[in-house]
């Protein structure tokens, strides 16, 4: 092997001794690597990355959808920023950081989502515990198991700007921009907990864990189960069970004889959004229904039926667009792939950084 082989010392267990086919190789990874950073697409939807680009993808795209989901956040995240009047220092002992919109497409009905996050970098590292546990997709299915078993009603909420309900536990300032309309460039102190920010998960788990131990709740002591919450009931036949809440971040899910008593008082300590309220339609991503299975029991089903409809509605649509009616997806395939289809061995062309991304 030549000496200027050795300048790629990362290749040199597998690099061929031809330079033309060593460059090749490096070439070919280097438009991998490519390919999975840049992240310009989200279920075939194009995603800004400022408020600029937001409001010029409206324009292209004929619509206000990403315009609306800025106004949307901005409306109820407002409370946390405490605008300084003119002329007024910052405290002493408050760290600055930065905020900004990201940009996002929500995985159970493919809407555009808008989020004001904190520059987290900006400050310092807490000491303690910094993220929100979640209950595991496991514990869900048993729950739902134990629901059906007992003919408990499971009703489901989602806790409306979950992090802006949250007192923000550090002293901390930003410039306010662009999203902020007429107020951008103004000083604001912090004072709920904001999205970025490292102590902002587990203040809103400490914080909703209040809310559920004040109704009478107690966490799972089983290792890994914090989020699954407890309470002895008695159902109206005078049967004793448990009733439980299971949260993942700010989904809410009870399981309850009576489960919208149970909701209605989490929603006097955390506002649930009013859409979100009532049986649960999806969860964790996938389409939930209460259904009569063939032997005759009741039971909840889980299914990824929306998110594969929609995937391949964007594939029509992408095909439609962009090969001039060359190619058509068949009405009905007993098979997703051709049979004895083998990808290892596929001699096609790799797709370029916006194929793949999409």
Known sequence: MTNDIDTEPAFN????HTLKKRDSIISLVKKRQTRYMKKTHKFGVEVPETVK???????INGDTKWTDSISKEMKNVRVAFD???EGLCVPIGHKQSKSHIIFDVNVEDFGRKARLVAGGHMTDTPTCMTYSSVVGRETVRIALTIAALNNLQVKAGDVMNDYATTPCSKNIWCILGAEFGADQGKKAIIVQALYGLKSSGAAFHSHLA???RAIGYT???CKGLNDLWMKPEINPDGEEYYSYILCYVDDVLVVHHDAMITLMKVDKYFKLKVSSIGDPDVYLGAKLKYTQAENGMWCWTLSPSKYVQEACKNCETFHKHNFDGKYTLPKHAPNPFVGGYRPEIDITDALNSDRASY
């Open 210 to 212: 209040d809310c559920i």
């Open 219 to 221: 966490p799972c002591k």
């Open 13 to 16: 267990y597998w690099v061929p």
């Open 83 to 85: 605008i300084l009047k």
């Open 53 to 59: 680009e937001a409001t010029e993808l409206d324009k």
